[in-house]
């Protein structure tokens, strides 16, 4: 039986790596889409297994900032997006 600290420790490792994917499937999906002049951060869900919610939020001022672009994605393991809803297009 695995004690209390090794257990908080996989914890940790596993919200280390799900961050890690987030920011892969950001990158890709900044990759795909371009990066607009104005953006301030890109948004990733897990929604359930491989599937997220993925939001692009630009603005040119911090009070201003909006969500440019949404999608529903599904992923594989290593970040790499499979499908895409809407479809991911070049816009920058």
Partial sequence: MPTKQQVEQQA???????RQLDAVI???V????GR???LQRVEV?????DHYRVNVFVGA??????IAHSYFLVA??????????PTLTRRY
Avoid: C, F, I, Y
Wanted: avoid cysteine; proline fraction near 3%; glycine fraction near 16%.
């Fill in 12 to 18: 940790a490792e596993e919200t280390q790596d799900g």
């Fill in 26 to 28: 950001g990158e890709h």
């Fill in 30 to 33: 900044l990759h795909a889409l």
């Fill in 36 to 38: 607009p002049g104005d």
């Fill in 45 to 49: 869900r897990r929604l359930w297994k």
């Fill in 61 to 66: 001022e911090t009070g201003a900032v909006h």
């Fill in 76 to 85: 594989d393991g290593d970040g790499n997006v499979t499908a895409s809803t």
